[in-house]
């Protein structure tokens, strides 16, 4: 940054400033100073604050270094909040069609002459079904809210409410730029 080094040269000598003298008025060491003003070095956005105090000079904002790391986790944010709306997505619709958890219950019942037994599975087997020798009949159904499915249930909402704010959020940093 050649343009700035003779700046700050100008700067100082306008003052009629020593090196030293302007070094501990900006609040930096001497050396850095020089590497500043021979082009070697290029400041950070807190230098040239210092800069700008001491100077007074506001023109220092053209030689505030341009970081590309925050552009490239900008331009992956639509992506991964689109990976994480679908991945929300798909597992509310499991939890709440039961699929990782079911929450139906269902009861059937066998009885010969002495024999009583009761069968309670999560599987619908049909009005009657036959399991051996053994003639089991529906007598009920009942509904079990399942701890697992609401905490699904809640996780992929909030999940999917960050996807959308991630989302606007790049959209937003993209329509700012231009």
Not at 110 to 119: G, V
Request: hydrophobic share 40%.
């Amino acid at each position: 940054m050649q343009s700035l080094g003779k700046e700050l040269k100008r700067l100082r000598s306008d003052k009629k400033w020593t090196q030293a003298f302007a070094a501990r008025e900006i609040g930096i060491q001497q050396s850095y100073l020089s590497k500043l003003e021979n082009g070697q070095f290029i400041p950070s956005p807190e230098v040239i604050e210092k800069l700008k105090r001491c100077y007074g000079e506001a023109c220092f904002d053209c030689y505030l270094p341009v970081t590309t790391s925050t552009k490239v986790p900008l331009k992956k944010l639509p992506i991964l909040s689109f990976t994480l709306l679908i991945i929300s997505l798909m597992v509310w619709l499991c939890a709440t069609y039961e699929i990782f958890y079911a929450e139906t219950y269902f009861t059937y019942q066998a009885k010969q002459e002495d024999f009583l037994a009761f069968n309670v599975t999560q599987q619908y087997q049909g009005e009657r079904f036959i399991e051996g020798d053994v003639t089991y009949q529906i007598v009920g159904e009942r509904q079990v809210s399942r701890i697992e499915n609401r905490f699904l249930i809640v996780t992929s909402t909030v999940c999917i409410l960050l996807s959308i704010v991630a989302a606007l959020l790049s959209q937003s940093h993209r329509f700012g730029k231009l």
